[in-house]
């Protein structure tokens, strides 16, 4: 679970969640709520010389709401095309990544596929 491996990180660190919020430019609040489950972990943005990458930490096959398919089709479908028809912010594509112990290889390895 996510939410247990960022325990893990933030005891490890010796942070509170209050620390974290605030690393995170978040309320206390928002962070509980994202540790407890009750809120998903947010979306996030790595920007390179070539791609805006959003980056998804949820995992949508879990996702208990009926809402899975509907998560994957407004960003991929219609807000993805939009920002790259309108070709003002750059090129926009989107990573899904459901083990949040995997994030750092798989934004290294979808930004350079080729590098071992």
């Known amino acids: ?26 309320t206390e609040t928002e962070v509980s709520r994202w540790l407890s489950g009750t809120h998903n972990l947010p979306t996030f943005i790595v920007k390179t010389k070539d791609v805006n990458l959003i980056v998804e930490c949820q995992d949508f096959d879990a996702d208990g709401s009926g809402n899975r398919e509907a998560k994957r089709h407004y960003p991929k479908d ?6 790259n028809n309108l070709k003002t912010f750059g090129r926009w594509q989107l990573l899904e990544v459901r083990d949040i112990d995997q994030l ?13």
Request: charged share 25%; proline share 7%.
């Open 78 to 83: 219609y807000w993805i095309p939009a920002a």
């Open 104 to 116: 750092k290889d798989a934004i290294t390895n979808y930004i350079s596929p080729d590098q071992p």
């Open 1 to 26: 679970m996510k939410t247990n491996r960022i325990y893990d990180i933030l005891e490890s660190k010796g942070m509170s969640q209050k620390d974290f919020a605030r690393l995170m430019g978040k």
